[in-house]
């Protein structure tokens, strides 16, 4: 037993060793690129750099989203209010959100679809497929403000009647 338990450790140890060597040679191959490249030493955090921030830019937008979700229901709690109609506003809108991005996602494939006949028509394929796609995508956006326009007005015709 003590033999396998020996033996397992020294395959730990040499795989470890090949995996310092590979830590290794990647190491000296970046301080040989920065050398070859006469890159300063700016130049390389630039990507470090980035990533930080974008993550960094993340976590407080998520940090942000819910402590004023929080305070904005413990306001409400202080004015009598019950946080769950604010629940229950919020999955309308919810419904609403998924309704506005469905349609704008159309609405930028036909765009696509409308740049490309317009790119084989012999436009630009640059100006072609930004213009339908903002054009379309606008059309989208304004397709689903009058739906929603037309709901509301229903519901506002179905709460006179009560």
């Given at each position: 037993?003590?033999?396998?338990?020996?033996?397992?450790?020294?395959?730990?140890?040499?795989?470890?060793?090949?995996?310092?060597?590979?830590?290794?040679?990647?190491?000296?191959?970046?301080?040989?690129?920065?050398?070859?490249?006469?890159?300063?030493?700016?130049?390389?955090?630039?990507?470090?750099?980035?990533?930080?921030?974008?993550?960094?830019?993340?976590?407080?937008?998520?940090?942000?989203?819910?402590?004023?979700?929080?305070?904005?229901?413990?306001?409400?709690?202080?004015?009598?209010?019950?946080?769950?109609?604010?629940?229950?506003?919020?999955?309308?809108?919810?419904?609403?959100?998924?309704?506005?991005?469905?349609?704008?996602?159309?609405?930028?494939?036909?765009?696509?679809?409308?740049?490309?006949?317009?790119e084989e028509g012999g436009v630009p394929s640059e100006t072609a497929y930004f213009a339908m796609i903002f054009l379309f995508g606008g059309l989208g956006m304004i397709i689903y403000h009058l739906s929603q326009r037309k709901q509301r007005n229903k519901e506002d015709y179905l709460a006179e009647e009560l």
């Open positions: 037993m003590n033999l396998d338990v020996a033996g397992r450790i020294l395959i730990f140890l040499e795989n470890t060793q090949k995996k310092i060597a590979v830590c290794n040679l990647i190491s000296i191959g970046l301080v040989r690129a920065i050398k070859k490249r006469q890159m300063s030493m700016l130049e390389s955090l630039v990507p470090i750099l980035g990533i930080i921030c974008t993550f960094g830019s993340l976590s407080f937008f998520v940090y942000m989203f819910y402590t004023s979700r929080h305070r904005e229901r413990m306001a409400m709690i202080q004015q009598g209010k019950d946080p769950m109609q604010y629940k229950i506003q919020m999955q309308k809108t919810e419904s609403n959100r998924v309704l506005k991005v469905g349609i704008l996602f159309a609405a930028f494939g036909l765009g696509l679809v409308a740049g490309w006949g317009l």
